[in-house]
T-cell receptor, first 115, second 112 residues
Framework: NAGVTQTPKFQVLKTGQSMTLQCAQD?????MSWYRQDPGMGLRLIHY???????DQGEVPNGYNVSRSTTEDFPLRLLSAAPSQTSVYFC??????????????FGPGTRLLVL | RKEVEQDPGPFNVPEGATVAFNCTYS??????FFWYRQDCRKEPKLLMS???SGNEDGRFTAQLNRASQYISLLIRDSKLSDSATYLC?????????????FGAGTQVVVTP
């Protein structure tokens, strides 16, 4: 299994450009999430999904869209990039919860710089 | 106030010593708790889940104190390779299994 994969690894955008960060997992996990990590801020949840066709907002959803058409893929779209979106983005997946001990597996991250 | 808080450190620890640090959470409905390790510029990796009764994995011991709403991590016999940032994570459980909240991390530096 490849686990959780993310592309691209690095990206430089100009203000106002749009782009999609790709995330895929091959573990048949129900839950997938997108986080951003900024210095001193820890991981902040952007959007998450509890299954194909179901998404919900996290702590910092503004400026981002997601969709979940398949169990495997959970792309994150930046609609109009802003310098404040410069960050490291992590995608994560987890098996269905319910027993209190399920946890998340993270992709290697995408480093985004918005100029 | 952040919902999950950690002392950012750094905790400078001599090799072979013991270090412990806490993570406090504000929502008493939190169900599941985890410690992650994150190396510089890498993705977080699960270190251990935290069970109500406390649990140990080799040199690492995790405790949960529901009354005071914190979890702790203790590292015994510290190794140079333990140098990393340790993130705590909280899951809200039923109805919110998809949502994890993370602390900002505690940096540990083990010195020779």
């Amino acid at each position: 299994n490849a686990g959780v994969t993310q592309t691209p690894k690095f990206q430089v955008l100009k203000t106002g450009q749009s782009m999609t960060l790709q995330c895929a997992q091959d573990m048949n996990h129900e839950y997938m999430s997108w986080y951003r990590q900024d210095p001193g801020m820890g991981l902040r949840l952007i959007h998450y999904s509890v299954g194909a066709g179901i998404t919900d907002q996290g702590e910092v959803p503004n400026g981002y869209n997601v969709s979940r058409s398949t169990t495997e893929d959970f792309p994150l779209r930046l609609l109009s990039a802003a310098p404040s979106q410069t960050s490291v983005y992590f995608c994560a997946s987890s098996p269905q919860g319910g027993q209190g001990i399920e946890t998340q597996y993270f992709g290697p991250g995408t480093r985004l710089l918005v100029l | 106030r952040k919902e999950v808080e950690q002392d950012p450190g750094p905790f400078n620890v001599p090799e072979g010593a013991t270090v412990a640090f806490n993570c406090t959470y504000s929502n008493s409905a939190s169900q599941s708790f985890f410690w992650y390790r994150q190396d510089c510029r890498k993705e977080p990796k699960l270190l251990m889940s935290v069970y109500s009764s406390g649990n140990e994995d080799g040199r690492f011991t995790a405790q949960l104190n529901r009354a005071s709403q914190y979890i702790s991590l203790l590292i015994r016999d510290s190794k140079l390779s333990d140098s990393a940032t340790y993130l705590c994570a909280v899951n809200m459980g039923s109805g919110s299994w998809g949502k994890f909240q993370f602390g900002a991390g505690t940096q540990v530096v083990v010195t020779p």
